[in-house]
């Protein structure tokens, strides 16, 4: 390893400290942000993962349907992918810090309102049918709504505040990153399915809500938007490279960039893939404990299942972008797509617990790489440009697919007595991911104007 300080023209008064190593990996604060994403993106993401522990009990404590509780879910998805690209924007011209804040208040807000559901009268309404009391209407604005929004704020812009970090070497980061959606459900299913048996689940809520928000503030306050806030150039920098990111980029600059990328077909297309990645998985990740209660298994025994399926994923989604960047995206991303979607035939003769065990084993290998290769096609495509708004489009794509993967099984269990179809739904949606990802376009080029001559002309010519 080795280190000195560059004198950088675009920042004439602080000195760089660069760190640069033929290593893939060497000490470097990249690695403290990427703890701290690693840890936001477990914690913030907890009580979302493990909505299934929670179906059973609120269908009993309040009778409500199981379509309508998981509308809830939906909501919450729909809510947190519409408002994902305005998330991206505002990490991109505010800092990923502080917009992570206001999303950990809103967070709190969410989860101590969902705690206080009562039904607050006996009376009810009917729309198109459907019996909706205003505790219904209390949960679904509680969590599907404040609790769908902090979700976009403090979870969007942490994926492309992670890139402006690394220079290089970002496969190993991200796979670091994305084993955390991995570690998280398998941690948090059966914790939650404790504190729920343990304390009920209002008071599950209140301790979730309250010990999440502190874990998440303690992080953010030792997390910087860009190394040169602390002196530093990006990992994987070498001698003569200048640093990507010194300051808040132009706003211009980023309307500008932001025409560029929908100009491109794969703007468009990778949130599509997005959905169809997340309808195939949030199927299963949503209505694979009540499916497997309907086997026999108890609430407990299906959050196992549940968490060793998160915990098999967790290797593809380390190995994923680095694979991704040695034998080509594109590729990898396919075969992850396919091996999601292939597994779920096997739930359709599950009469015995070994089943679900093969299930869970084969299934988490295709669900943890499906994702992972998402940060490496925005670099290939759209090389250093802020990527808070692309980002926060191809969220906008997978939110809808977690709602509506995460919503449907609930109507048709509801209307037909089976998860069948709803699993269908899920073999559908995965292999038409796969298909879409084979029709993108070559990733050997930029598919927009380089970012950092741009910024770097567009100082010059406001000095």
């Not at 409500?64 to 809830?72: L, R, V």
């Not at 949030?282 to 959050?303: C, M, Q, R, Y």
């Not at 029709?439 to 927009?448: A, F, Q």
Request: aromatic content about 14%; charged content about 10%; some cysteine.
């Amino acid at each position: 390893m080795h280190g000195k300080k560059l004198h950088c023209g675009l920042v004439p008064y602080i000195n760089m400290t660069v760190k640069y190593s033929e290593k893939t990996f060497y000490w470097h604060y990249a690695w403290v942000i990427v703890f701290i994403i690693f840890g936001m993106q477990i914690v913030g993401s907890s009580i979302r993962m493990a909505f299934g522990v929670f179906v059973d009990p609120l269908e009993q404590r309040f009778a409500w349907s199981q379509s309508n509780i998981g509308i809830a879910y939906a909501i919450g998805m729909i809510v947190t992918a519409i408002s994902s690209p305005w998330a991206g924007n505002l990490g991109d011209r505010l800092g990923a810090k502080k917009t992570m804040y206001l999303g950990v208040i809103l967070f709190l807000m969410g989860m101590i309102l969902t705690a206080f559901i009562r039904n607050w009268f006996s009376w009810e309404f009917h729309v198109f049918n459907i019996q909706i009391s205003l505790g219904l209407l209390h949960f679904w604005i509680s969590y599907g709504v404040i609790l769908g929004v902090a979700q976009s704020i403090f979870l969007v812009p942490l994926i492309p505040a992670a890139m402006i970090w690394f220079r290089r070497h970002l496969g190993l980061a991200m796979g670091l990153i994305m084993t955390s959606w991995g570690v998280g459900p398998a941690i948090a299913t059966p914790l939650v399915a404790i504190l729920v048996e343990s304390m009920g689940w209002r008071n599950a809520f209140l301790s979730i809500g309250f010990g999440s928000s502190a874990l998440m503030i303690l992080m953010i306050f030792y997390f910087r938007d860009r190394p040169s806030d602390i002196g530093l150039l990006e990992y994987g920098s070498r001698p003569g490279d200048e640093p990507i990111s010194t300051s808040l980029p132009p706003v211009v600059l980023l309307t500008e960039f932001h025409k560029h990328m929908k100009k491109t077909a794969a703007y468009w297309n990778m949130s599509s893939i997005h959905f169809l990645g997340c309808v195939g998985h949030a199927v299963i990740l949503i209505w694979i404990i009540p499916f497997a209660t309907t086997k026999g298994l108890t609430v407990l025994e299906a959050s196992l299942i549940s968490s060793l399926m998160a915990m098999v994923s967790v290797s593809t989604r380390l190995a994923t972008p680095m694979l991704c960047e040695k034998l080509g995206v594109k590729l990898v991303m396919t075969i992850f797509y396919i091996l999601q979607g292939a597994p779920v035939l096997i739930l359709f003769f599950t009469d015995i617990p070994f089943v679900f065990i093969l299930f869970a084993v084969t299934f988490g290998i295709g669900y943890g790489g499906e994702t992972g290769g998402f940060p490496i096609l925005n670099r290939k495509y759209f090389g250093h440009a802020p990527m808070g708004r692309a980002h926060g489009f191809q969220m906008l794509g997978a939110g809808i697919g977690m709602a509506l993967g995460g919503w449907i099984g609930g109507p048709i269990y509801d209307i037909l007595g089976s998860y069948n179809w709803a699993l269908a739904i899920s073999v559908v949606a995965s292999f038409g991911g796969a298909l879409s990802i084979v029709l993108l376009e070559n990733t050997s080029r930029l598919l927009i104007p380089e970012w950092k001559s741009a910024e770097k002309a567009y100082i010059e010519s406001n000095t």
